[in-house]
């Protein structure tokens, strides 16, 4: 049984996300309401035939990710004050890793293990789901640069300052390793709303979360982010231009360089006090 102070202690450790994926649904709903009315009200003003019943999907389709970037630049200015406060309330530790060695095996692992996660969603359909097909159309979206900015900077960036700089730190101040990037690669998957991204971000949070345990560098684990959305970024493009893909040697490739990055990661020496 979790003892009632375990459990105010996992809530103290993992609030800041929750309220990150408040703010974030409050602005996607706000602003895409009033955005969405001067869509409808510039189309008519220039348009004579009635408005299609789904223009609202096709707004967020367009626009869905300017939105979302709004979105988390809130979340942002709301998280960048918290993760100052937490860092200076965490034990300090020293890595004496090479930087420039820990950036290629992270790069190498991260894009292993997307190949992997991609090739398994291709190969059990869970792709096909509804909630994940709505998410792709709207990452499919709008103008390659914001597209890039959204997914690829922007997202991994104030994702990692909220789990990993804030949520894992505070769990590490009493809870044991382990625990503490299981609660917080549980608490990554939950909020990004539907049943694929949910099981699939908490592989991605395992790993991240275990990088940080281990190197207590955010950055590091900024960059595997960034790689691994980088990819599926990439992915995007390729399917869009109708490109042929083999999920067989995406599978292949992506448990080799998954495995090779993780074994060379675990040879690396750790932070210590």
Known sequence: MISKESIRKIYQSTYPAFIMFLISSITMNLVGKVAVKIYLESIETISSHPVSENITTQFFSLYGLHINMIAHVICLLYLLPMLNKTLKEAVKYHNYSSSIYLVAITIVGFLGLNLMLTAILNISGMGRSISFQNLATMVAGGSVPVRFLAVVIIGP??????????????????????????????????????????????????????????????WVCIVGHVVFNLLGFVFSILISMQADISVLLMLILGVIFSSLGSFALLKLPGAVM
């Open 157 to 218: 960036l104030v994702e990692e300052i909220c789990f990993r700089g804030i949520v894992l730190n505070r769990l590490l101040a009493w809870s044991k390793p382990s625990a503490a990037v299981i609660i917080q690669s549980i608490s990554f998957g939950a909020v990004h709303g539907n049943l694929v991204q949910f099981l699939f971000s908490i592989c991605l949070g395992v790993a991240l979360g275990s990088m940080f345990v281990k190197f207590r560098k955010l």
